[in-house]
């Protein structure tokens, strides 16, 4: 059973910066594939952003250009920075790896975009 713990959460300001890390319990993510998911108060789940093998990337349209994920095999990490935020961007964000029939949630952090 592998478990994810994010981090990096937190209040910033429009127009700020924040990185969220992903830990893992194992080596994952050279195999998996890696999510970013958010969820704001009253609305679903989305999809924000995924890393495929290889390095491959995906970002939903809102964030494209301004959200970065990455991975870092070596250290069990994955990360997504979020440059130029906005009140939009305020959700709970979710780390996921999945593989066939694997699919691994971690907790879930805070972000809150507001001045």
């Known amino acids: 059973q592998v478990q994810l713990v994010e981090s990096g959460g937190g209040l910033v300001q429009p127009g700020g910066s924040l990185r969220l890390s992903c830990a893992a319990s194992?080596?994952?993510?050279?195999?998996?594939?890696g999510r970013w998911y958010r969820q704001a108060p009253g609305s679903q789940r989305e999809l924000v952003a995924a890393?495929?093998?290889?390095?491959?990337?995906y970002y939903a349209d809102s964030v494209k250009g301004r959200f970065t994920i990455s991975n870092d095999s070596a250290k069990n990490m994955m990360y997504l920075q979020m440059n130029s935020l906005k009140p939009e961007d305020t959700a709970v964000y979710f780390c996921?790896?999945?593989?066939?029939?694997?699919?691994?949630w971690g907790q879930g952090t805070q972000v809150t975009v507001s001045s």
């Open positions: 996921n790896a999945a593989r066939a029939r694997d699919n691994y």
């Open positions: 194992g080596s994952i993510f050279s195999t998996y594939i």
């Open positions: 890393i495929f093998y290889g390095g491959a990337t």
